[in-house]
């Protein structure tokens, strides 16, 4: 039997298939002013964590994440960023935190969530950190959260 045949892209004579680009508007910036800024905010993230500001923190850099193709620098960064803020809370100011971020915060915060699950070995955090915020999380922001942060194909 000939298997050719399956190696034939047949969405390319679909007149009405999806495109990646058609699912969400890319940043309008270049891969190099995302970086720029993600490393600008990675500053500010550091004078907030010293001032012990980790809800100011989580807000600046959850507020801008990057998305779109060709920011995978940028994006991997951001979660470094977000990670280390985590890393960083007790356990007990969790849902105090939470409470203070917007609906839209809160869905890239659980996006970032599942990303750092994601990891292989789970990076440099502890399971247990990125499940008691995912706990936590769920807890304030509902079931929503996971829902809306599933079906949306902006990928931080």
């Known amino acids: 039997m ?8 047949v969405d390319q004579y679909d007149e009405d ?11 309008p910036r270049s891969p190099a002013e995302v970086l720029d800024d993600v ?15 980790i809800s100011g923190a989580l807000s ?3 507020e801008n994440a990057p998305y779109g193709p060709n920011v995978d620098d940028a994006k991997n960064l951001n979660l470094q960023t977000l990670l ?5 809370t007790k ?11 917007s609906p839209d915060a809160q869905d890239t915060l ?11 070995g789970w990076g440099d955090i502890s399971g247990s950190v990125l499940l ?3 706990e936590k999380l769920t807890e304030v922001a509902g079931v929503g959260c996971i829902v809306r942060t599933m079906t949306d194909r902006r990928t931080v």
């Open 17 to 27: 298939v999806l495109h990646e680009s058609e699912l969400y508007d890319a940043d």
């Open 60 to 62: 600046v850099i959850l």
């Open 2 to 9: 000939d298997g050719a045949f399956r190696k034939i892209d």
């Open 39 to 53: 490393r600008q905010r990675q500053g500010a993230v550091r004078s907030l964590l010293a001032k012990n500001d």
């Open 110 to 120: 659980m996006k970032y969530l599942y990303k750092g699950m994601g990891l292989p």
């Open 91 to 101: 356990s007990t100011d969790i849902t105090n935190i939470i409470k203070t971020l």
């Open 132 to 134: 008691g915020w995912h």
């Open 84 to 88: 280390t803020v985590l890393n960083t």
